[in-house]
């Protein structure tokens, strides 16, 4: 098991009314791949700790964004409380399996539910920085415009990432596909593909099997899920 590690907090980012980006200063940090996470672990005055898996939104560097839980332990606190200089610990990277290298060339098709798009933005930013020429497909969903995630940057053409945003309870004016839940029509057709689907747990089962019904190999969908409360 990889040791704790103290990470500064250098600086903040709003991502949506309820969620925020930290990045973190981590010396003696290893490196990481896109996809995994680490465990961040909080230690109160009187010696409670609360720790909780987070996963890391950037191929280099500790960046976290992190869904603010209102009855939350650990993510009000990461949210809205903690300021640049401010310290945690931390272990990692976490994760060998759901992850994506930029040696690969495959097609990849990503199937994001609400805060399940960090990982998958780790490795749309993974091959952004390496100048990979495989092919992705990001599908979205999401309930409201309000709770995007990483907007510039997926709002922004471009060429090797084809984005499809699948609101399920309101979009916003003028957006092609009405408000519902993700179907098949939005995910395919695609071809073969290493699929990634990342969300809450109802989110993964339900993508997982309109995935293996348009024809992917199972062997080839890897998911990554979590509790309903995201905490």
């Not at 945003?165 to 179907?183: K, V």
Request: overall charge negative; proline content about 9%.
């Amino acid at each position: 098991m990889t040791k704790w590690r103290v990470a500064r907090l250098v600086k903040v980012r709003d991502e949506n009314p309820t969620a925020r980006t930290l990045v973190f200063d981590v010396p003696g940090w290893p490196g990481h791949v896109a996809g995994q996470h680490v465990d961040v672990r909080l230690t109160a005055e009187d010696g409670y700790t609360a720790r909780r898996s987070y996963s890391l939104a950037a191929p280099e560097g500790v960046e976290l964004t992190v869904q603010r839980v209102e009855d939350g332990e650990v993510s009000p606190y990461l949210t809205q409380d903690m300021e640049p200089g401010d310290e945690l610990e931390l272990r990692g990277p976490v994760g060998g399996w759901f992850v994506w290298r930029p040696d690969g060339t495959t097609p990849v098709l990503l199937v994001a539910g609400g805060a399940g798009i960090v990982p998958l933005m780790a490795m749309i930013r993974a091959r952004r920085a390496a100048g990979s020429g495989a092919p992705f497909r990001l599908v979205y969903a999401l309930r409201s415009p309000g709770q995007l995630y990483y907007a510039d940057e997926l709002l922004s053409p471009d060429p090797g990432v084809a984005v499809t945003l699948a609101y399920t309870r309101s979009a916003p004016e003028g957006h092609a596909r009405p408000p519902g839940r993700l179907t098949a029509a939005d995910l395919g057709p695609y071809g073969e593909a290493d699929c990634y689907v990342c969300g809450p747990t109802g989110f993964v089962e339900a993508a997982a099997t309109l995935l293996v019904e348009l024809g992917h190999d199972p062997a080839r969908i890897k998911t990554e899920r979590f509790g309903p409360t995201g905490e």
